[in-house]
C-alpha cells in the first residue's frame, strides 16, 4: 500500500503534467508561436519526464530517486520560462513546476 507522501507526490507530478500539456497547447495558439517555442519545447520536456517520475514513483523503483533529480532540474526550467510570459496559462504552469520541484525534493529527503 502506498504512503500518503507518494499519493500526495503522484497528484502534484500529474497536476505539472496537466499544467505543462495545456500551457504548450495555449501557446501554440498564441500571435507570435514562434516566440513561445523555448516554453512549449520545455512544456513538453517537462510533461514527459514527470510522467516518467510518476511511473517510477508508482512502482516503487530502486530508481526513483534518479530520474527525480531530472525531473526538478526540468520543472524549475520550464517554471523559470514560463513565469517569463504573462499569459495566464504559463503563469498557472510555473505555479505548477515550482510546486511539483518542491514537492519532489521533499519526497527525497523524506518530508
Avoid at 507526490?9 to 497547447?25: F, G, N, P
Amino acid at each position: 500500500m502506498k504512503s500518503e507522501r507518494t499519493n500526495n507526490l503522484e497528484h502534484v507530478l500529474i497536476k505539472c503534467i496537466t499544467a505543462c500539456e495545456t500551457c504548450a497547447t495555449m501557446c501554440l495558439q498564441e500571435e507570435d508561436v514562434k516566440m513561445m517555442a523555448r516554453c512549449i519545447m520545455l512544456d513538453r520536456d517537462c510533461a514527459d519526464m514527470c510522467t516518467l517520475t510518476a511511473r517510477f514513483v508508482a512502482r516503487n523503483s530502486e530508481h526513483a530517486k534518479h530520474v527525480m533529480k531530472e525531473c526538478i532540474e526540468i520543472c524549475r526550467a520550464c517554471a523559470d520560462e514560463c513565469g517569463k510570459h504573462q499569459h495566464d496559462h504559463c503563469q498557472k504552469c510555473a505555479e505548477a513546476c515550482r510546486e511539483c520541484a518542491d514537492a519532489c525534493e521533499q519526497w527525497m529527503n523524506g518530508r
